[in-house]
């Protein structure tokens, strides 16, 4: 089985940054994290969970078009983890953020991370 565990959120100003991550343990950590693309993803209340930002196993990105040039994902696969930086952050930003694999096929979810932007 396989657990996601994401840590990193808070309240924030808009304007604000942070940077959550995004641990993978279980069959999915030692040598078979590294072949796997892996995504993060929010949902805001009220609205369907979607895709922010996601890195292949080499390294190549994509991000949505409300957070291209704001946000970074990154990751290190020495330490089965996935990272977001989030700079320039919005009150539309406000989201439980999740990582999963792309597409997301890890089930259950992990328990996500509240990122809150208000002043």
């Known amino acids: 089985q396989v657990q996601l565990v994401e840590s990193g959120g808070g309240l924030v100003q808009p304007g604000g940054s942070l940077r959550l991550s995004c641990a993978a343990s279980?069959?999915?950590?030692?040598?078979?994290?590294?072949?796997?693309?892996m995504g993060w993803y929010r949902q805001a209340p009220g609205k369907q969970r979607e895709l922010v930002a996601d890195?292949?196993?080499?390294?190549?990105?994509n991000y949505a078009d409300s957070v291209k040039g704001r946000f970074t994902i990154s990751r290190d696969n020495a330490k089965n983890t996935v990272y977001l930086q989030m700079n320039s952050l919005k009150p539309e930003d406000t989201a439980v953020y999740y990582c999963?694999?792309?597409?997301?096929?890890?089930?259950?979810w992990g328990q996500g991370t509240q990122v809150t932007v208000s002043s």
């Open positions: 279980g069959s999915i950590s030692g040598t078979l994290f590294r072949f796997y693309a």
């Open positions: 890195i292949t196993s080499g390294g190549g990105t």
């Open positions: 999963n694999k792309r597409p997301p096929s890890i089930q259950p």
